[in-house]
């Protein structure tokens, strides 16, 4: 027996999405073709416990530079979002397919938002706040098209180029026949950065002369610099 | 409304030239792209190049929706599908090797850009040294990462484009690599400024180059259209990468 999806969820979108756009309908069925936000999602094997009890839960943005005609039915949608010039994103758990539609059932909400951004912001607004997912979890250009990259620069953009770390301690080490004129060169780039501070290798070093031994801690710190 | 016939490889998204877009994808396409990257803030064809070629993964996933014709549909088709020739596509002509290197070993061309930033596992395989560098796909201004992190024995300093193609990089002529730095330095691509006359040399030996375009003009038309799907892509690659190689 497939009982409805709990009042609480569908409350907590139709709360959330009220805020952003206007909710068009709900149905029971599957989502239209569109682009899942989520990168990391439930295995298709894993559908069947996941969904256990209630229908997987799809909430499917629609958005145009131009403006659309709400839609009233699911096919009518559909049509929607294969037509060009309408982005349908869709946050969902398990991507819907024959697999998963053999093992469960599904409920559909419908929402309209003009803006591309305020659409992609609030999918994942929901996701993060109400579904408790972590950033890392969405597809990366989503977020960039989002605008969210600029927030979250640790997310899109690589971490800082690791010379700082390579560079300094051999300024550090007293080694006279060294290249004078790169050591301070990287010395004026860097300034002043060594194992002390670099609070992780520090850790991790002060780790392993706890639990390995000093030996192998000073290994570790002759590597390192 | 929403289909364009270019008249060119998708590797123009990386190409920083607005000239190159007018003469090669012609406005109807330039228009289309405008209008299905309007909703990210693009307004007219300079702003269209600079999201492109900063943002290449993301911009190429915008253009779902159109539908491509002619010549390079096939190619552009499976852009939209995440599928991309990683070949080289310069034809670099054969010298006597002029250098070698253990690093860098790089199976891609800066196509690679141009799939969604999480194909992390495709840059694992093939442009594990870049992926070393920048320890993460960046999502834009990849070639600004690149420049700045970029080790100063891979920048072949002194060496035309020519012979860093014929050098080789772990036994291979890095003629990929030559594809990267071409675009590193310049910010274009190395085949379509070929193709318009405006290979910007490095030294003497790129003159080879530039005097031999003029013999490959049927060369664009008839050797490179590699097809949509994967086997082809691969079988095409491997013809292209390693045969003929002394």
């Known amino acids: ?225 | 409304m929403y289909a364009c016939k270019p008249q060119v490889d998708p590797a123009i998204l990386l190409h920083d030239d607005p000239r190159a877009w007018v003469e090669l994808l012609g406005w109807g396409c330039i228009e289309v792209f405008t209008s299905t990257a309007r909703p990210v803030g693009v307004k007219d064809l300079d702003g269209l190049v600079k999201y492109s070629t900063t943002r290449p993964g993301v911009f190429a996933g915008l253009l779902r929706g159109v539908e491509f014709f002619g010549k390079y549909a096939a190619e552009w088709g499976g852009l939209i599908h995440g599928r991309i020739y990683l070949g080289a596509r310069t034809p670099f002509p054969y010298l006597p090797a002029a250098a070698e290197r253990d690093e860098p070993v790089i199976l891609a061309s800066p196509a690679i850009a141009l799939l969604p930033p999480d194909s992390k596992r495709l840059w694992q395989k093939r442009a594990y040294v870049l992926l070393r560098l920048l320890s993460e796909v960046p999502v834009r201004n990849l070639r600004l990462h690149l420049s700045q992190r970029l080790p100063e024995e891979w920048r072949f300093q002194g060496l035309s484009y020519v012979e860093v193609a014929n050098a080789r990089c772990g036994g291979r002529r890095c003629v990929l690599w030559a594809e990267w730095l071409y675009w590193i330095e310049q910010g274009r691509m190395p085949h379509i400024d070929l193709r318009l006359g405006k290979f910007a040399e490095r030294a003497e030996r790129d003159k080879l180059l530039t005097s031999l375009a003029k013999d490959l003009e049927g060369y664009w038309i008839n050797v490179k259209k590699p097809a949509a799907s994967c086997w082809h892509f691969r079988r095409a690659e491997v013809a292209n990468n390693t045969g003929g190689v002394p």
């Open chain 1, 1 to 225: 027996m497939s009982r409805g999806p709990l009042d609480k969820d569908v409350g907590d979108v139709r709360r959330h999405f009220r805020r952003w756009g206007e909710v068009w309908f709900e149905y029971r069925g599957p989502p239209p073709n569109g682009r899942y936000v989520l990168k990391k999602m439930h295995p298709v094997e894993a559908a069947e416990s996941y969904c256990r009890g209630a229908p997987l839960l799809y909430v499917v943005t629609v958005s145009s530079a131009d403006g659309v005609e709400r839609p009233k039915t699911p096919e009518e949608l559909d049509d929607l979002c294969a037509s060009p010039g309408v982005s349908c994103y869709i946050f969902g758990d398990v991507v819907w397919g024959p697999e998963a539609a053999s093992v469960c059932t599904s409920y559909v909400v419908a929402v309209g938002i003009n803006s591309l951004k305020d659409a992609l912001r609030s999918l994942v607004e929901f996701g993060v706040q109400i579904r408790r997912r972590s950033w890392v979890e969405f597809d990366r250009s989503v977020l960039e098209l989002a605008g969210l990259c600029d927030e979250a620069p640790g997310i899109c953009d690589p971490p800082p180029p690791p010379e700082d770390r390579r560079d300094a301690p051999q300024k550090a080490s007293p080694t006279p026949g060294g290249d004078v004129a790169s050591s301070v060169s990287t010395a004026s780039v860097t300034g002043e950065a060594d194992l002390r501070q670099d609070g992780a290798a520090s850790e991790c070093v002060k780790l392993v002369a706890r639990c390995l031994g000093e030996e192998l801690a000073s290994r570790l710190r002759s590597c390192y610099a």
